[in-house]
């Protein structure tokens, strides 16, 4: 396995700047980061788990040799792939989280390997607000098991957080990871009353009692925002304590809302990933981050990006960039060179896989210095 010394040389020998937890970039030309998506599953059927996200060992079999193949020839420079999906199984072996049943591979620190001999950094990827498993083994900290927000930041979740963080820092080599969803219960979740578990978080953050009819406006804000950067904080030391070196980006649509907006904790992260289409989210975000924080913008996941107009313009050229797609049945999306092959005018259409199969092609021709179209 590479050692980081060797890696670091490597970078260098291809005319990377590699300053490991500082928000530079490896290679020049910016960040092209890539993952390709195990969090979700839309099935054609029925439904074969108790929610969207993808049933455990779906896609066990995934070949990480392939994967950073596809990855390589995309053009992307950052892969970010999975330590732990909101299924709540991790994609390493023998670590604090089970892995996702019968998986082939110890894949995320196999990913780390070949990216490195790729020249590539590795990321991986936790959930803060969603876990299946965790909801599952923890009935009483938890508003069920939906496809959505159901955690609230307890004591006892923040410990098994910053305990499945720490542990795959700690053993599978990663370079960093992005923490996603660091967002309250969803609304509609407390609407039949808050869980016992929130109360008392409640209580403990505020220092006042829980109201009998639900906390007024500007306490629930309060709480909800104390309760993000507590997560943060833990996020943030967990994966410090282990390795100061390791980037902490963070995944958001919408730095303007309430909860997060002004907040001083967003001054400590690494990158931050603006998931909207919406330029107007990542202007605010990156108003509101600090100076040493890299922006990404997402251009494929949504139905709303579109790739081409977004690298047609040249306002935008110089900006980090993202994207995300669900895979196919292999466990990886169509070959790279069918997306190089067709372009993005390959791909019409607005529904199913068309979107993000269109916006895909445009990336892997940019990511590749070819014309977009």
């Given amino acids: 396995m590479n050692t980081r010394r060797s890696f670091l040389m490597t970078a260098s020998a291809l005319g990377a700047t590699a300053l490991w937890g500082k928000p530079q970039l490896p290679p020049p030309g910016g960040i092209k980061a890539f993952c390709i998506d195990f969090n979700w599953h839309h099935e054609d059927g029925p439904k074969t788990w108790i929610n969207a996200f993808a049933r455990p060992g ?44 019968g998986l082939k591979y110890d894949f995320l620190p196999e990913m780390v390997r070949l990216g490195h001999k790729r020249g590539m950094l590795v990321t991986g990827y936790f959930c803060a607000g969603a876990n299946t498993k965790f909801a599952q083994d923890h009935p009483s900290l938890s508003y069920g098991t939906p496809g959505n927000l159901h955690i609230p930041f307890t004591d006892e979740y923040l410990a098994y957080l910053s305990r499945s963080i720490a542990d795959a820092v700690r053993r599978t080599g990663l370079d960093g990871f992005m923490i996603d969803w660091i967002w309250n219960p969803a609304p509609e979740l407390r609407k039949q009353g808050w869980i016992e578990a929130e109360k008392k978080l409640y209580m403990q953050l505020t220092g006042k009692p829980f109201p009998s009819a639900g906390p007024a406006a500007s306490d629930l804000l309060e709480y909800e925002r104390k309760a993000i950067e507590r997560c943060w904080r833990a996020v943030r030391k967990a994966a410090k304590d282990e390795r100061k070196d390791c980037i902490l980006w963070l995944s958001c649509n919408n730095l303007t809302a309430p909860t997060v907006n002004g907040a001083d904790w967003l001054k400590d992260v690494d990158w931050v990933m603006n998931e909207s289409p919406d330029r107007a989210f990542f202007n605010a975000a990156r108003q509101a981050v600090g100076p040493q924080t890299r922006m990404l913008q997402c251009l494929v996941g949504w139905v709303q990006h579109d790739a081409a107009t977004y690298l047609s313009d040249r306002t935008t050229q110089g900006i980090d960039l993202y994207g995300f797609a669900e895979p196919r049945a292999n466990s990886l999306p169509l070959g790279v060179e069918e997306y190089l092959k067709r372009g993005p005018q390959g791909f019409p259409g607005a529904t199913g896989t068309a979107p993000n199969d269109r916006n895909i092609a445009t990336l892997a021709r940019f990511y590749n210095g070819r014309p977009l179209l």
């Fill in 58 to 101: 779906l896609w066990a079999d995934a070949n990480p040799e392939q994967h950073v193949e596809w990855y390589h020839a995309l053009g992307a420079n950052v892969i970010q792939t999975f330590a732990v999906s909101c299924n709540g199984y991790a994609w390493y072996k023998g670590g604090a989280v089970p892995p996702q049943p």
